[in-house]
């Protein structure tokens, strides 16, 4: 919260002071401090000992300074220079002066104008840094704005492939090609939908087990088995980023399509369970079993040739994920991986 967070806070500060040190009230701060310094100093003449003259006027110079700006200060300390060499430095009530007292004035004058410089260049620099967080700040919503504009396009990008490819599956006869443009234009709408979803500034701060359950209904609404073909989503409350939840949703989707497609029989009705688990060595388990007829007797998944378990194999080691596939009541696929 920017009222809790010490660098708001005193970037907050900065701006107040610099709005004084810019307003007329500011030389009331410096006549506030050089008249209180002057009395308090005047009050304690009779019990300092000798030798103490300017001992109340370095305080009115820094907090003139601080509070008022560089002209405040630099009157301030003019004036408390010829305060003190008039009223406190022998012999009193003139400007006769001697070598030592002279030496403490001059090292007085120069000590002051020192601690105003220095204040006045720290204001500068914060002043100069806040301006730089500013110009930051609005840089980052720029690019945030402009990051969201490019991937709205890109999603609408892949419908509209999506769409031109189901399209031209009209047009064809032959049922090999219309079932290749059928699988390839559902893969664009669905990777279209996980893109849009996971950049999205409210679906990235949804669970993933939530987002998964979003996309098996997708992936059913497309494969059109919404009604005999349950999915059943659970898991633990894990918040992927968008560049690992793209290419584990994408994985989840391939395995899905591929038990909605070859694990049931001709009356197509089963579930599919999808797991999310986050395990001990800090790593995440990720399962899908279906309970349909399960695994072939022979199945290899480094030899298999199902497009969609190629699409699987390939995402998986590109985010150094483990894939593997056994019969456990049903198909029963595994997906390792961590989560960073």
């Known amino acids: 919260m920017p009222g809790t967070d010490s660098p708001f806070g005193m970037s907050r500060l900065v701006r107040r002071l610099v709005a004084i040190h810019q307003h007329p009230s500011r030389w009331l701060i410096g006549v506030f401090a050089f008249v209180f310094a002057f009395g308090l ?191 059943v989503v659970s898991g633990d409350e894990l918040y992927l980023s968008s560049e690992r939840a793209v290419p584990v949703a994408l994985i989840v989707a391939e395995l899905v399509s591929n038990s909605i497609e070859h694990a049931f029989d001709d009356e197509g009705r089963g579930t599919i369970t999808v797991e999310l688990r986050k395990q001990p060595d800090e790593r995440v388990l990720l399962s899908i079993q279906d309970n349909g007829k399960g695994l072939p007797a022979d199945f290899d998944l480094a030899s298999a040739k199902s497009l969609g378990l190629l699409v699987a194999r390939q995402l998986s080691e590109q985010i150094g994920a483990s894939l593997s596939m056994r019969t456990q009541g049903g198909a029963l696929m595994e997906i390792r991986f961590r989560d960073l």
């Not at 007292?101 to 620099?125: E, Q, Y």
């Not at 949804?206 to 999915?231: K, M, N, T, V, Y």
């Open 41 to 231: 100093r005047f009050v304690l003449d009779p019990v300092l000992p000798p030798g103490f003259p300017f001992l109340t006027f370095f305080p009115a110079v820094i907090l003139t300074t601080f509070a008022g700006g560089l002209a405040p200060g630099v009157a301030v300390v003019l004036a408390s220079t010829l305060t003190s060499w008039f009223f406190f430095i022998p012999p009193f009530n003139s400007f006769g002066i001697d070598g030592p007292a002279a030496l403490a004035l001059g090292f007085f004058f120069v000590v002051a104008s020192v601690d105003v410089a220095i204040i006045h260049m720290m204001f500068k620099w914060l002043h100069d840094l806040d301006e730089e967080r500013d110009t930051s700040r609005r840089l980052a919503q720029s690019r945030d704005l402009m990051f969201k504009e490019m991937q709205h396009r890109v999603s609408n990008n892949l419908s509209v492939v999506s769409s031109l490819l189901r399209m031209q599956q009209r047009t064809v006869q032959d049922e090999a090609a219309t079932k290749a443009l059928d699988a390839a234009a559902t893969r664009l709408g669905l990777i279209s939908k996980i893109h849009r979803k996971l950049h999205d500034p409210d679906g990235q701060q949804l669970p993933f087990a939530a987002f998964l359950e979003d996309l098996c209904s997708d992936i059913l609404g497309a494969a059109g088995e919404e009604g005999s073909i349950r999915c």
